[in-house]
Nanobody, 120 residues
Framework: VLLVESGGGLVQPGGSLPLSCSASGFTTSPSTISWARRAQGKGREWLSAIWPDGTTYYADAMKGRCTISRDNAKNTVALQIHGLEPEDTAVYYC???????????????WGQGTQGTVSS
């Protein structure tokens, strides 16, 4: 079972990050997939999640700034974040499971993360 994030990199303020989470060893279509990030010196921050039926969740800080989607044929889940600012600099992770037990089975498997840096 493997989750691999991609799409990170250096972005100028105001730019976008097209993140992708690719799964192998299991099928994403019947799974809830979540995205979170961790900035240096800070704790994990949940960003978004998508359920098998297409229901989505966005953290308040992300509403209007990002879009989560899934491509079952490619076994991937994407997260597009817009309007990036330097404080969005973080390692971005995807996970199999929900952000918390109140939203479903909590995430129990993580990818290695992809670094997103926002700087001019």
């Amino acid at each position: 079972v493997l989750l691999v994030e991609s799409g990170g990199g250096l972005v100028q303020p105001g730019g976008s990050l097209p993140l992708s989470c690719s799964a192998s060893g299991f099928t994403t279509s019947p799974s809830t997939i979540s995205w979170a990030r961790r900035a240096q010196g800070k704790g994990r921050e949940w960003l978004s999640a998508i359920w098998p039926d297409g229901t989505t969740y966005y953290a308040d800080a992300m509403k209007g700034r990002c879009t989560i989607s899934r491509d079952n044929a490619k076994n991937t889940v994407a997260l597009q974040i817009h309007g990036l600012e330097p404080e969005d600099t973080a390692v971005y992770y995807c996970a199999k499971g929900a952000p918390s037990s109140t939203l479903g089975r909590p995430a129990n498997f993580w990818g290695q993360g992809t670094q997103g840096t926002v700087s001019s």
